[in-house]
T-cell receptor, first 115, second 111 residues
Framework: DGGITQSPKYLFRKEGQNVTLSCEQN?????MYWYRQDPGQGLRLIYY???????QKGDIAEGYSVSREKKESFPLTVTSAQKNPTAFYLC??????????????FGQGTRLTVV | GQQLNQSPQSMFIQEGEDVSMNCTSS?????WLWYKQDPGEGPVLLIA?????ELTSNGRLTAQFGITRKDSFLNISASIPSDVGIYFC???????????FGAGTILRVKS
């Protein structure tokens, strides 16, 4: 079945450590996105990528980094520079193109907790 | 960034009641999407709208793309307990543009 997979589901990080969240999709989508969601809040865009080897900052990119070496994969690294990293992280993918509607499909999310 | 105003922020309704929520923007969108998020899960796409005035149903859910292209609403008929969750609207400004999300409507249903 085609879909988008995030791992792990739960992640614990010590203060001062970097941690990487995985996101893989087999939908053949060009675009991939990372969102952050805090309790009772909406989705805030961290980074997005429209094509391999290219990515753009979203609204809250500080303290995060990404890479897009393969079309299927868009890992997110939460660095020690992110002051308040505890949150629910959502990855999404969508078609991308001049004449395409952008229906985004989401993974199951990763809940990151700093201990 | 671009803003979508989604309302109400939350609602607490009786089982069996109909529910209505909407999103508005000062900008014109060419696509409106409605998602539902269950606790601890990723949002799931419910309905996609592509044309101004379009009215689309998915079971007990009905959504419309506003004629001005600046708004959309979602109706849920005869609500049931499993309708609880957060409902998000999302809009695409133009082909090739990323989605903009509303802040969500939290729905709670009393059985």
């Amino acid at each position: 079945d085609g879909g988008i997979t995030q791992s792990p589901k739960y992640l614990f990080r010590k203060e001062g450590q970097n941690v990487t969240l995985s996101c893989e999709q087999n939908l053949n989508h060009d675009a991939m996105y990372w969102y952050r969601q805090d309790p009772g809040q909406g989705l805030r865009l961290i980074y997005y990528s429209q094509i391999v080897n290219d990515f753009q900052k979203g609204d809250i990119a500080e303290g995060y980094s990404v890479s897009r070496e393969k079309k299927e994969s868009f890992p997110l690294t939460v660095t020690s520079a992110q002051k308040n990293p505890t949150a629910f992280y959502l990855c999404a993918s969508s078609p991308w193109g001049r004449d395409l509607n952008t229906e985004a499909f989401f993974g199951q999310g990763t809940r990151l907790t700093v201990v | 960034g671009q803003q979508l105003n989604q309302s109400p922020q939350s609602m607490f309704i009786q089982e069996g009641e109909d529910v209505s929520m909407n999103c508005t923007s000062s900008s014109i969108f060419n696509t409106w999407l409605w998602y539902k998020q269950d606790p601890g899960e990723g949002p799931v796409l419910l309905i996609a709208l592509y044309k101004a005035g379009e009215l689309t149903s998915n079971g007990r859910l009905t959504a419309q793309f506003g004629i001005t292209r600046k708004d959309s609403f979602l109706n849920i008929s005869a609500s049931i307990p499993s309708d609880v969750g957060i409902y998000f609207c999302a809009g695409q400004l133009g082909y090739g543009n990323k989605l903009v999300f509303g802040a969500g409507t939290i729905l709670r249903v009393k059985s």
